[in-house]
């Protein structure tokens, strides 16, 4: 298990769980947040034994952004400092976005400005009866610098993230369900998250992390034709498949090698 300050993080069956642990400031990040997030993204998709990620925050929220009273004063700091800055955030959500093992964010309470991003970031996600996402950054002036502009209309659609993006307004547990950005809408998320990730993680590995790769929206459907004839090969002559073949035509559970079990 890794060690950090303001993460945890943690494997159990397969499953990687990356924790914010600033609950007394609804897991508000500051520099080292981002370096410890980043750091632990980084692991959890090097790990050959972690089938999928899921990411949340402690206590009563999710990520409410940045810790303002932690930041310098940057007035006092040249734009290439705050690059720096913005940059780390950028980063940790360019790794969530384009991780193969696929990803999950339990949204158990809010997730605001660059902590909605880090959920949008996530393939998946799974609403608590707190989890109110919001694009805040209009509403302090700012644009959504960490990709939430970037993200939002991929998920939803260009209009409606407009709205979300224009407005500063609440994505509520219910709206977020209504227009597809989750999955589900749970009682706890991180428990209905953590069911979801072990329904993904008993698919075969090679596959489920092939699928990932080609959900692509930027790519056209003649680079989507060349890597899923490429992705295709892989898993034809990988065992998982060959066992869940066998499986299949034997009426059993397939049964993988895999180190956890």
């Not at 945890?8 to 990687?16: E, F, K, L």
């Not at 009273?69 to 700091?77: A, L």
């Not at 980063?91 to 193969?100: P, S």
Request: glycine share 8%; hydrophobic share 40%.
């Amino acid at each position: 298990m890794e060690t950090y300050e303001d993460v945890s993080y943690g494997v159990t069956d397969g499953i990687a769980t990356i924790t914010i642990e600033r609950p007394d400031v609804y897991n508000a990040f500051t520099r080292n947040t981002v370096l410890e997030l980043n750091d632990a993204a980084r692991t959890a998709e090097a790990d050959e034994d972690v089938y999928a990620v899921v990411l949340t925050g402690a206590g009563k929220g999710f990520c409410s952004g940045a810790d303002t009273t932690e930041m310098p004063d940057w007035d006092e700091q040249s734009p290439e400092e705050y690059g720096a800055f913005l940059w780390l955030i950028q980063q940790f959500v360019w790794n969530m976005r384009t991780m193969a093992t696929p990803s999950i964010a339990a949204v158990n309470g809010p997730a605001i400005g660059a902590g909605c991003d880090f959920a949008l970031a996530c393939d998946l996600r799974v609403v608590g009866e707190e989890g109110v996402m919001r694009e805040g950054f209009v509403n302090v002036g700012l644009v959504p610098g960490d990709g939430g502009a970037w993200l939002l209309p991929r998920l939803v659609g260009e209009s409606k993230a407009r709205e979300y993006l224009l407005t500063g307004r609440d994505i509520t547990p219910e709206d977020a369900v209504d227009i597809g950005l989750a999955v589900e809408r749970a009682d706890d998320a991180l428990s209905a998250a953590g069911d979801l990730a072990a329904e993904i993680r008993d698919k075969p590995a090679t596959a489920v992390q092939h699928t990932n790769r080609l959900v692509d929206p930027q790519q056209s459907f003649d680079e989507y034709c060349r890597k899923a004839a490429e992705y295709q090969w892989d898993c034809v002559v990988d065992d998982e498949h060959k066992e869940a073949v066998a499986a299949f035509n034997e009426g059993r559970e397939p049964a993988f090698d895999r180190s956890y079990e």
